[in-house]
């Protein structure tokens, strides 16, 4: 099966790295050339170091033939563009797969592929990348969540999961994948706005009576957007995602907050705007992610303000 993965972040270099191990033929796609791209890529983590060859790099002018299976792991602010740019190397019976996190990758994504030739999902495992073949991430637990919204999983998406099961990664895969979706969406939204506005990490937001009263609002924010998208959460939602809050490590803090003190482009559209946005669709209130995205606005682009 030969596999494109369109962004060589680190996990774009991770899970290619592991599918590759897997048995797939992995090229994966970079913004800017990469020196000596034959070069083995190193896994990282608390167990020791793994190193996997054979994986090649290359730019999209040294893109040739069609994949079977073409994945997006870019920021979702890069996906539309890279979707359209990558979308003619897609076989006629392959799968487009968009791993970002959040809810929005399904309509972006669809915009450019038909609904039959498409997956998306979401990847459970922090990563850092220390150079350009070079990866670290923390535990042993590395997950991923793949589907539908409405036409079942896809042959070519079934197989990338046995592909990295074989390499020792959990895949989930759903007929519909929407709810696994929107219970990840839950934590990850709510980290993202708190940790930014209060410029604090987990360990002293979650485990503070009114900060973490804060998170338990958005929670329910979100919980009555998906709601009235038609989904129905499990009961336990509420609990399990401040349970999951109360877990991250002391220190930790969202990517976005990363991106923020950084001055990098936010993904604040696909975040609390993607909550206030169905909230207005809906007639909701959400003030707290629409205090978040007026507030993160200004830093949206990159830029700092004076």
């Known amino acids: 099966m030969r596999v494109l993965i369109v962004g060589r972040g680190a996990t774009g ?44 790099s290359c730019t999209l002018g040294d893109l040739e033939g069609n994949f079977d299976a073409i994945i997006f792991m870019v920021k979702h602010y890069d996906l539309l563009d890279a979707a359209q740019k990558t979308a003619s190397f897609l076989r006629p019976s392959g799968c487009a797969i968009g791993l970002q996190n959040g809810v929005s990758s399904w309509d972006t994504l669809n915009s450019v592929f038909e609904a039959d030739r498409l997956c ?42 046995d592909t990295w099961r074989e390499a020792g990664v959990s895949v989930t895969t759903y007929a519909d994948v929407r709810i696994e979706l929107w ?6 939204a709510t980290n993202a706005a708190l940790t930014c506005l209060a410029r604090l990490p987990a360990g002293t937001i979650y485990h503070e009576a009114n900060r973490l009263s804060l998170a338990e609002r958005s929670i329910d924010e979100i ?25 991250f490590p002391p ?14 482009r936010l993904e604040l559209d ?37």
Not at 231 to 247: F, I, N, Y
Not at 276 to 296: R, S, T, Y
Request: aromatic share 6%; charged share 20%.
């Open 183 to 188: 219970m990840k969406f839950l934590g990850f």
């Open 270 to 306: 696909v975040v609390s705007g993607r909550i206030v946005g169905l909230a207005k669709k809906h007639d909701l209130q959400v003030p707290l992610h629409e205090i978040a995205f007026a507030c993160l606005e200004p830093f949206a682009a990159g830029r700092k303000p004076h």
């Open 223 to 247: 919980i009555s957007v998906a709601n009235a998208e038609g989904l129905t959460l499990p009961d336990d939602a509420k609990a399990r995602t401040v349970s999951l809050l109360q877990s």
């Open 120 to 161: 998306v999902g979401s990847v459970y495992l922090a990563a850092t990348k220390e150079d350009d073949f070079r990866v670290s991430f923390a535990g042993k637990k590395n997950h991923i969540v793949l589907g539908s919204y409405a036409n079942g999983v896809h042959p070519v998406a079934d197989a990338l999961a």
């Open 251 to 264: 220190e930790m803090v969202a990517s976005m907050r990363k991106d923020l003190d950084a001055g990098r």
């Open 13 to 56: 270099l991770l899970y290619g790295a592991w599918l590759h191990k897997g048995g797939a033929d992995v090229t994966l796609l970079s913004r800017s050339p990469v020196v000596a791209s034959d070069q083995p890529i190193a896994l990282v983590s608390e167990q020791g170091e793994e190193v996997i060859s054979g994986v090649r």
